[in-house]
């Protein structure tokens, strides 16, 4: 991991700003337009001309972003669904280190429920369109592996408690069906039940 920029002082010249810093700035602008848009008007009426209208900002700055309106919608998943980061101590145990990534999944449970219904009518749209569907795989596949190496680094691989290929796909089902449900019924799938889930997962 870099480390992060020092802060320019209050009176330098803003020409002196790096260029990724606008590009960042404008990506984020067209994402938040179209994670709104989508709110409000469903996948199919979140054009690419109705993103950079919302922004505003031309159509070139769209495909100065992304190739097209598929690759906009995976960086909108990517953006507000991010990897869940725990913080793990290098001399814990497996079981341990399972109950901090289930303690992160619990911290994130008010950003993913903030991002639920994006990522609900997402996943019904891609259904139903076959080329954003295998972008949907081949970006859900190197997620997959690098879950995988993940755990492979935190754990030999004999002391996991099946293949970590298995695992990771466990984690990613288990924890997906207990986010919505919590969404949905939060009395019924409180915090615990999430503990529960990553300790029955480590094997204990």
Known sequence: MSAAPAL?????????RPKGDKRARTRAALLEAARQLIRERGYDGATLQAVAERAGMTSGAIYGNFRNR?????ALGQAYWAPVRPKIRPDSTFAEKMRALAEAY???????EAAAFGRLTGMAH?????ALRAEVQAVTEASFATGAAWLRSVADEDGLPMPAETLVLLIHAVTEGLLFQRFLTPELVPDEAFYAAF???AGH
């Open 199 to 201: 300790a029955a997962l």
């Open 8 to 16: 320019a002082p209050p009176n330098a010249d803003a020409r002196r």
């Open 126 to 130: 891609a259904l139903s369109h076959d």
């Open 70 to 74: 598929d690759d906009l919608f995976i």
């Open 106 to 112: 619990v911290a994130a449970i008010p950003v993913r």
